[in-house]
């Protein structure tokens, strides 16, 4: 076997150095792009959630609920772009006359952008990273909906950015008892108690609500004490 491994042509690192340069220009492209589209929006909320959630689930209609009642509160509303929670965020982002802002990424699977984003408010996206350094740059808070890894990832990148001091303190919005009680109570008795690999402040970044009415309460009294800025 070993004999074998080492006559495996090796590969060709020239083209491989090459293809990476172009593509550092690439990943320059969206960087300026998204910068200089986001710079000008004004102060937003992300929404993230499930793709796969269908117009009348509960968490569909909530989060085009709290989507409306935020953009009346003079924030815009950006999502990933594509269906299920993000299609119901946009829309009651427009429904409000709210601007609405889709970072669309494009995967082998296209998830082709809802209908719902403001024409000159939507980007898209090859690079994930890219992504979402956009939604953490330019939002002065998060709402996590019930969602899926790319739910997850989003909420754990901005929870580290936020627990290192990376970014400013930004609210945390998780909706849904049911969905996230589970998962916190776990981070509570085993990630903290248990193994104290993160401490009590940690978990404090972390708000949990079941209404519209509560989300945007909190925000509401969040920034009457707080400044509306990038966060880096």
């Not at 710079?39 to 793709?51: E, Y």
């Not at 209609?61 to 709290?66: K, M, N, P, T």
């Not at 930004?170 to 108690?193: D, K, N």
């Amino acid at each position: 076997m070993n004999g074998s491994l080492k006559n495996l042509k090796e590969r060709d690192w020239t083209e491989t150095r090459a293809h990476s340069s172009w593509q550092i220009f690439k990943i320059m492209a969206e960087f300026v792009e998204g910068f200089e589209s986001l710079a000008k929006i004004g102060p937003c909320i992300s929404i993230f959630g499930s793709a796969r959630t269908k117009p009348g689930n509960r968490y569909y209609e909530l989060a085009q609920d709290i989507a409306k009642r935020l953009a009346e509160e003079g924030f815009g509303i950006i999502t990933g772009g594509g269906p299920g929670v993000m299609e119901a965020a946009n829309k009651g982002a427009q429904a409000a006359h709210g601007k609405s802002v889709g970072a669309n990424i494009t995967l082998p699977h296209e998830q082709n952008p809802n209908g719902f984003i403001d024409p000159d408010k939507r980007l898209n996206f090859d690079y994930f990273f890219v992504r979402k350094v956009m939604f953490t740059k330019y939002s002065q808070g998060f709402v996590m909906m019930p969602g899926g890894f790319g739910t997850m990832d989003e909420f754990f990148e901005v929870a580290t950015l936020i627990q290192t001091k990376k970014m400013e303190e930004t609210p945390m919005v998780l909706v849904g008892r049911e969905y996230w009680s589970g998962l916190l109570e776990w981070i509570r008795t085993v990630m903290m108690e248990k193994e104290s690999n993160i401490n009590p402040q940690d978990l404090g970044l972390l708000q949990l609500f079941d209404t519209a009415d509560e989300v945007v309460e909190y925000f509401r009294v969040f920034y009457t004490t707080n400044k509306l800025r990038p966060n880096f």
